[in-house]
């Protein structure tokens, strides 16, 4: 993935423009990730559906080892930067039910995630236990 940093430094500029934001808003939002070692702050751009209420981030990227369950985070949602609540799902039939409604959601996510669906739309159940199996949570935001 060689082009990632350059097409995140684009979405982060992006997702900060008064105008385009509330565009690209409507799937996309920036985390403010503080690393756990370094103190420093990550600016990280995702998709995330929207479910029961909350917002669903799923990622199997090593920056989630610095959210924790119960520790807020900020995030850029619409233009407008606000504090979430977290809650970090990283139990396998958790992940596989959530990575499940994400992927149905977003086609994108599913590609990215290598994540096959059926004709109906349904994730296969067989790539989401290898995504668990790889690494994959789900972050689920309680904007404030």
Known sequence: MPLQGVMNAVMRTLLKAPGVSRFLGERLLTLYVVGRKSGKVFEVPVAYTRHDGNLLVGSPFAWGKNLRTGEPIDIQLAGRRRTADV?????????????????????NFASFNKIGLTADGTPDRDDLHRAYAGGARVFVLSPR
Do not use: F, H, T
């Open 87 to 107: 809650r970090v799902v990283s139990d396998e039939a958790g992940v596989v039910e959530l990575y499940g409604v994400i992927a149905a959601d977003n086609k």
